[in-house]
């Protein structure tokens, strides 16, 4: 059985902002190239960073900014905010019910974080895997990493991280020709000193 990251009695669907990494599988680089510490998506890499801002589309609940998002060579950092409750037309909660009829894990919570970074995740898969051919593929890593923000100091951090993920792409321990090794900061852990 796996240990689970998540932290426990956390309702992640409460409003809230939430620092996400997703890798792909075996940490292929599909998404781009950084050049001159800039990084340049290929078409795969549009492929994830428009379903990333598609979901905030899709999900009225959901809201992204495009200066807390980056597409990294084989994985996307970004920064999810889900706002206050929303009420669907019969007046129940988004959050309500333990599982969803349309196909939710049991135990996916809907509206939550897990539920909305399920639904990236398959659909990046779907469109990336018919592009490359490669039908029902695996695409990204089974988890993801999560971090609840807390305060606006660990904010200005994340965004700074994000910002400056490309110049640190020779240390990222994402990257499987990385220097540095394990002593090297974790690119996921940018609020910690």
Not at 126 to 154: E, F, K, S
Request: aromatic content about 8%; glycine content about 8%; overall charge positive.
């Amino acid at each position: 059985m796996r240990r689970s990251i998540r932290l426990r009695r956390y309702d992640y669907a409460q409003a809230g902002a939430y620092f996400v990494t997703v890798v792909s599988r075996g940490r292929l680089c599909l998404f781009g190239d950084i050049l001159d510490g800039e990084m340049r998506l290929s078409e795969c890499g549009r492929i994830a960073q428009a379903e990333w801002f598609r979901t905030a589309t899709l999900r009225r609940y959901v809201s992204l900014s495009v200066d807390e998002f980056i597409a990294m060579p084989n994985h996307v950092h970004g920064i999810i905010w889900i706002t206050e409750d929303v009420v669907d037309a019969v007046g129940a909660q988004r959050r309500c019910a333990p599982t969803s009829p349309g196909g939710l894990a049991p135990g996916v919570v809907p509206a939550s974080l897990s539920a909305i970074v399920r639904a990236f995740k398959s659909a990046t898969s779907r469109h990336i895997n018919r592009l490359r051919g490669t039908p029902g593929a695996p695409l990204w890593q089974r988890n993801y990493y999560q971090h609840v923000m807390r305060g606006d100091d660990q904010l200005a951090k994340i965004r700074r991280t994000i910002a400056t993920n490309p110049l640190q792409w020779e240390l990222d321990r994402e990257n499987p020709n990385a220097r540095g090794g394990a002593d090297v900061p974790s690119i996921d852990e940018p609020w910690r000193e």
